[in-house]
């Protein structure tokens, strides 16, 4: 029934399954938990899964992006798939705390991804300069990224030339939070391998690496009309780089949206968010993944319009 739907709405509904933890690794304040998922089915970067501890203190799951996914060769090998965590409250910190051999349960691959076709065949005026991809993450918001450079790696190389460039562009609280940006570099040079220009960088609001400032201080200074952005962080970073897309000319941007989550699967209203014209989306159905102009509309923050300003 499925057939003939773009892949990034094919692959969205999941199955409840089990996870073994295969490993738990701190990655700076947050940690990196990998997982054997057997029955796992491939999913696209920005879907994300809901995820309990088998001894759990929590009723619910928590939902967490899939950072990464990988399927050993085998008939019966059950997929790898990773999580990376910010422990900031009771159900994530007691993910963090699993230890190998501990089972999970795992509802995913869940929700909307980022349409991977859109993005690998941005609209570009065949007179301007190349379109670029702009991965643009806050804090916990880049664990999705690192699944989509991956599979960015392995489009084929024609569909790989529609880039000029890729720029990561994260941002931290501190350059404690900023140690996840190691486990990007790999991917990173993995695409250099096989030959896309990409460039990591990455800002801490305290200054710890150089200069203090958010992620939206690199995006302002790299956005151009022509980028096609993909974002995940805080809603106001989220809103923020929006607002660059509009000031800039309209540039095409995704939001992968947080909400709190009870049921992960579009049955308890729990994620429900407005969004623009007045209407209301489950973030978990019908996002995590949302165009810039469904999500924010078409007119930038009220702060920042000329009627606005000097108020
Ligand atoms: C689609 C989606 C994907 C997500 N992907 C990830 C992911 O890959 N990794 C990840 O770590 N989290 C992710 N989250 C967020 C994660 O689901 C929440 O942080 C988690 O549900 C919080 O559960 P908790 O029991 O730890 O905290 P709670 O007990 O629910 O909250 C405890 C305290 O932490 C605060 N808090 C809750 N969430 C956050 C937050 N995100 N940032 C800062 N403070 C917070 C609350 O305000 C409260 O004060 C995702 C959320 C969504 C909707
Ligand atoms: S989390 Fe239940 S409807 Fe979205």
């Known amino acids: 029934m499925s057939q003939g739907r773009p892949a990034h709405l094919r692959a969205r509904d999941g199955a409840l399954l089990r996870g073994d933890v295969v490993d738990v690794r701190p990655a700076g304040s947050m940690v990196q938990v990998r997982?054997?998922?057997?029955?796992?089915?491939?999913?696209?970067?920005?879907?994300?899964?809901?995820?309990?501890?088998?001894?759990?203190?929590?009723?619910?799951?928590?939902?967490?992006?899939?950072?990464?996914?990988?399927?050993p060769a085998g008939p019966d090998a059950p997929a790898r798939v990773s999580f990376l965590i910010a422990p900031v409250g009771n159900g994530t910190q007691e993910l963090t705390r699993l230890v190998p051999g501990d089972?999970?349960?795992?509802?995913?691959?869940?929700?909307?991804?980022?349409?991977?076709?859109?993005?690998?065949?941005p609209v570009s005026s065949p007179a301007g300069p190349p379109a670029r991809l702009l991965v643009v993450g806050g804090g916990v918001g880049v664990a999705p990224f690192l699944f989509l450079l991956e599979c960015l790696g392995r489009v084929p190389?024609?569909?790989?030339a529609a880039f000029g460039e890729i720029l990561v562009l994260f941002g931290f609280r501190d350059e404690l939070q900023a140690a996840a940006a190691d486990l990007f570099e790999r991917a990173v040079d993995d695409l250099r391998a096989v030959g896309v220009d990409v460039r990591l960088d990455v800002i801490c609001e305290d200054g710890s690496l150089g200069r203090a400032g958010l992620v939206t201080l690199l995006l302002e200074e790299e956005l151009r009309r022509e980028d096609v952005v993909v974002a995940c962080g805080a809603h106001a970073m989220c809103e923020a780089v929006w607002d660059l897309c509009l000031g800039a000319g309209g540039a095409e941007a995704w939001f992968s949206l947080e909400a709190g989550m009870a049921c992960g699967v579009g049955s308890c209203q729990g994620c429900v968010v407005p969004v623009a014209g007045g209407g209301m989306a489950k973030v978990c159905?019908?996002?995590?993944?949302?165009?810039?102009?469904?999500?924010?509309?078409?007119?930038?923050?009220?702060?920042?319009?000329?009627?606005?300003s000097g108020s």
Do not use: I, Y
């Not at 089972?103 to 065949?121: A, N, Q, Y």
């Not at 190389?157 to 790989?160: F, G, K, Q, V």
């Not at 509309?297 to 009627?307: A, K």
């Open 157 to 160: 190389a024609a569909d790989r």
């Open 103 to 121: 089972e999970v349960s795992v509802l995913g691959p869940v929700g909307r991804g980022f349409d991977l076709d859109t993005l690998v065949r």
């Open 285 to 308: 159905r019908q996002g995590p993944v949302f165009r810039g102009s469904e999500a924010f509309g078409e007119s930038l923050h009220p702060c920042l319009s000329p009627e606005g």
């Open 35 to 71: 997982l054997n998922v057997a029955g796992w089915r491939p999913a696209v970067p920005g879907q994300f899964a809901m995820v309990r501890a088998k001894e759990s203190h929590c009723f619910l799951a928590r939902a967490l992006s899939v950072h990464s996914e990988a399927f």
